[in-house]
């Protein structure tokens, strides 16, 4: 979502801060803007609504100048998106705020500023930040005073950057709930919502943890936590790479990540499984000094929270859970999860899944989880030193690399992987047959190049995809674990193409969906050579006999033949264990190739943001 960058530095910053906005665009957002303080110590700003290059054309013909700024892009909450509305917001010409979140207590905290004579010229929650701490600098505070003092009046979940006309040679930043992380350089600190933002100025970072306040100046960094202690955090060095937000060869980063996804397998793979054996990859241990091992073998329940793309991957490990372990497995989305009552459960493992590790419900999930008990709690994610990761009890890198396109899909073929690295650790502790291991140990090892295989129909599958240009709906369909297979390919086809997508079990069509079809509803289904092929094959039948246009990835053991209204794409012959994983893979270029003919934003589409770090 909102992205935040900051510098202070000896030189100027704002191309830098430009920069870290570009590299911050794939969070998606509706508007940018940046506040400087000029050497003559007045505070300028600039704010466009739209895209970052319509702030660089702002600019080019106003040029602003300074060695300390904050920059922002917003992605609309409370305002609708306009340039009024863009960050950094300012109050008296003296103080400036960029803020990533929601204040839940802002209309209280505004109609008291009105009362005291506070105008408000935005729409936003943010807007009440900067008065109210320009409001403690008026009465004598200094700059971080008055941040913490405001802080403690603040309800909800913020990252925020300040600066101030009268503190020149000072930045500072606090953060509860929404990520953000201080960069460190030679002479010079930099801010920002993650590392990408300042991969081109340091390696060399702070993660601020919850509660944190922290002062910025050009060669001192100084961290207090919530009680205002003076504290000291661990600085990382990070093996992130600049080229992992180049396009290379590639129209979209969507695209590339489709085709990086053989690596990401084989990255997420390596050193974690033998010929027979799973080797440990979680790492932690709980707070009583329970390792991976001692808990798997203890649990004897596992509850799932995810949302979006990350529930369904764990709604595909629920099957693989329950078919291979005689361990119960639910899963909630995390937004429905942490508002409801969970009765007592013995020795619960919970595990939480996302790709940033930031997103807003899953994190307020986990914090309930942790109030009310559990055997323990384990994260699966892409982000190192990330809230979930550093929250939770144990943890599991995925290993995709970075992942700029909003829409996932080298981070859930991965999230899936780690899943089922996670079910042969917990086979091994439960002491499972050692046959159940081998095969999943025999199918992750030739995952990767089965992948490669898939991809290699992009262009039959692109043809395929000229066929839903003018379709306003489309209905999946899948049965077992091929069912939330189909749910995250009517995910992507509804967040890049803005079709209408639907997903069904395949034997529920006889339940409603089968009133909807008709020769302008294309049907995709995935057919792997699974025991539940036959019966997916007559609910087939029931949509051919009806005039629905089918759309079938099947294994070409299936013996599915091709007709007038059933458009076959032939898939390799795929271990069962496997199947799932493979066969989201097609889907994803089906939609890609669907956005890419209708002309959509494929990498930031409309209204979304590829970490949601708000509820």
């Known amino acids: 979502m909102c992205g935040i960058v900051g510098a202070i530095a000896q030189r100027p910053v704002t191309e830098i801060l430009l920069e870290g906005l570009r590299r911050l665009e794939y969070r998606g957002y509706d508007s940018a803007g940046l506040a400087l303080i000029t050497a003559e110590q007045h505070l300028v700003r600039e704010r466009a609504l739209g895209k970052v290059a319509s702030l660089e054309a702002k600019l080019e013909s106003n040029p602003l100048t300074g060695t300390i700024g904050i920059a922002h892009t917003r992605w609309a909450t409370h305002g609708k998106p306009a340039e009024r509305n863009a960050h950094p917001h300012v109050s008296n010409n003296r103080i400036a705020v960029v803020h990533n979140g929601i204040i839940e207590n802002y209309e209280e905290l505004r109609q008291a500023l009105l009362a005291d004579g506070y105008e408000f010229t935005s729409d936003t929650d943010t807007e009440v930040i900067v008065h109210l701490i320009e409001q403690e600098e008026s009465q004598g505070l200094e700059l971080l005073e008055a941040v913490m003092k405001v802080r403690d009046k603040l309800r909800g979940a913020y990252a925020l950057a300040v600066i101030s006309n009268d503190e020149p040679d000072s930045l500072v930043v606090a953060r509860h709930g929404s990520p953000l992380v201080i960069g460190l350089g030679l002479g010079e600190n930099f801010i920002g919502s993650d590392i990408q933002a300042m991969l081109p100025v340091t390696t060399r970072f702070i993660y601020l943890e919850n509660g944190d306040t922290a002062q910025i100046s050009r060669h001192e960094i100084n961290i207090y936590d919530e009680h205002g202690e003076a504290v000291e955090r661990d600085i990382q060095q990070s093996n992130a790479s600049m080229c992992a937000s180049d396009l290379g060869e590639f129209r979209h980063y969507m695209l590339k990540e489709i085709y990086e996804q053989p690596r990401a397998i084989q990255s997420t793979l390596d050193g974690r499984l033998t010929a027979d054996r799973f080797i440990n990859c979680i790492v932690g241990k709980t707070q009583d000094g329970k390792s991976a091992e001692e808990v798997l073998a203890q649990l004897e329940e596992i509850q799932i929270i995810a949302c979006g793309t990350s529930y369904h991957a764990g709604l ?138 898939v991809l290699d129909h992009d262009k039959a599958i692109e043809k395929m995809a000229e066929n839903f240009i003018e379709k306003s709906n489309a209905l999946f369909l899948g049965r077992g674990e091929q069912y939330p297979v189909a749910m995250e390919g009517a995910l992507k086809l509804k967040e890049i193409s803005y079709i209408h997508a639907e997903a069904y079990p395949a034997g529920e069509l006889k339940h409603g969906p089968l009133a909807l079809v008709d020769s302008e509803m294309p049907i995709i289904t995935v057919a792997p050579n699974t025991t539940l092929l036959e019966k997916l094959k007559s609910n087939l039948e029931e949509v051919r006999s009806r005039g629905g246009v089918l759309y079938v990835f099947a294994d070409k053991a299936a013996e599915i033949k091709a007709q007038d209204n059933i458009h076959i794409l032939e898939m390799p012959s795929i271990p069962e264990s496997i199947a799932a994983i493979v066969y989201s893979v097609p889907l994803q270029l089906l939609s890609y190739h669907t956005a890419v003919f209708k002309g959509t934003d494929v990498d930031k589409p409309r209204n979304l943001a590829k970490s949601v770090t708000v509820e």
């Open 316 to 453: 595909i490990a629920k099957y693989w859970i329950e078919s291979l372990s005689d361990v119960p497995c639910n899963i909630e989305v995390a937004s429905e999860y942490r508002y409801r009552r969970q009765p007592p459960r013995k020795n619960l493992l919970v595990i939480t899944i996302s790709q940033s590790g930031e997103t807003a419900d899953t994190l307020a999930a986990l914090e309930k989880v942790k109030k009310t008990g559990c055997l323990a709690t384990l994260t699966i994610c892409n982000v190192p030193e990330s809230s979930l990761m550093r929250e939770s009890d144990f943890s599991l890198m995925t290993l995709a690399g970075p992942e700029i396109g909003v829409a996932s899909t080298k981070a859930f073929t991965t999230q899936l992987v780690a899943l089922q690295l996670l079910l042969g650790q917990l086979l091994q502790a439960k002491q499972a047959d050692v046959e159940i291991i081998n095969t999943l140990i025999t199918g992750l090892k030739q995952l990767p190049l089965i992948v490669e295989q």
